[in-house]
Every structure is written in C-alpha cells, then in structure tokens.
C-alpha cells in the first residue's frame, strides 16, 4: 500500500533509547518521526534536509511521568522524548518515488508527512532518491512479501546525516 508510517526498527535494536526533552515550541510529534535538537531546548519535530537529526522517537511521557501517545504540540511543557538515537540503527521507511536498483546506496531526504491521529503514528516518507547526499542512506528493500521496486516501496534506511556524525554542535 502507499500509506505513510514513519520510521519503524529494522532488525535488532542497537542500544537502548534514550530520553530528550521535548521543546515547549515544538509542533506534535509522533512515534516514528525523526527529531532533531534545538539548541538548549531539547528536541523538535525534524525537517527536510536537517543535518542535526538524533533520532527517531518511540515513546514519550508527559511532565507526570505517565507513558503518552504523542507529544501534543502547542507550548506544552514537561514532556520527554523516548529515542532510538544510535546512528548505525537501521529503520524502513516509505519511499513513493519509483525506485530501481541503481539507486540502493544512495540518499535522500525526509518528507514531513501528514500523521495518523487514530494510530499516533508519523506520517513521514522518503522522496527524491538518487543523491550523494541527504539525511538518509538507502540500504536496500525490505523482505516484505510484494515489496519490489517501483513506487510506493518500503525500504531500508540509515541516518546520513546525524547529530552524531558530525564534528560540530547544534
């Protein structure tokens, strides 16, 4: 199907998630989508061609400690991120440009998609396929029955450009 999920794990867990706060000034965010930190805030909601990604949320609490769906955006405070921020960690994603063979290994960037408010999950996807360069390396397709190239895949990723990565800071 062509439906949108966000990122999900991929094989085994590297290391263990590791809590972020969320940024007050942050839109929603949803298990699944990759965020990126704010100078001195904490994280946020990441965006098309980020070069400080760290991860890739999988839970959230709120300012009690009680486990939450989703952050819920609009300045709320207290809020902590669960994130799998390895950057060898390997996720699948929905890719909708027509992919073919050649372009395994090579990059692209995210899409901020639409999320599923009945399921709490990231509406995020991969496009524009082909780069040196990008957020996400393109490791292969997934073993999913009916999975092929062509458009509308799930493929296998890896962060390119990660927060720990790079030599500099926020």
Aim: hydrophobic share 40%.
């Amino acid at each position: 199907t062509s439906a949108k999920y966000g990122l999900k794990i991929f094989g085994p867990q590297i290391d263990s998630p590791q809590e972020y706060p969320v940024d007050p000034a942050a839109t929603a965010i949803y298990k699944g989508d990759s965020v990126k930190l704010v100078a001195d805030q904490g994280v946020a909601k990441d965006t098309a061609g980020s070069e400080v990604s760290i991860g890739v949320v999988v839970g959230f609490y709120d300012s009690t400690g009680k486990a939450v769906a989703t952050y819920p955006g609009g300045s709320v405070t207290g809020y902590k991120a669960v994130v799998l921020d390895n950057p060898a960690q390997k996720f699948v994603i929905k890719c909708d440009t027509a992919l073919t063979a050649a372009d395994i290994g090579t990059c692209s960037d995210l899409v901020v998609g639409t999320a599923n408010t009945v399921t709490n999950t990231s509406g995020d996807y991969l496009t524009a396929v082909g780069t040196s360069t990008a957020q996400f390396k393109i490791i292969g397709l997934a073993p999913f029955e009916g999975n092929a190239c062509g458009a509308n895949q799930d493929v296998i990723v890896q962060y390119n450009e990660h927060m720990l990565l790079k030599t500099a800071g926020v």
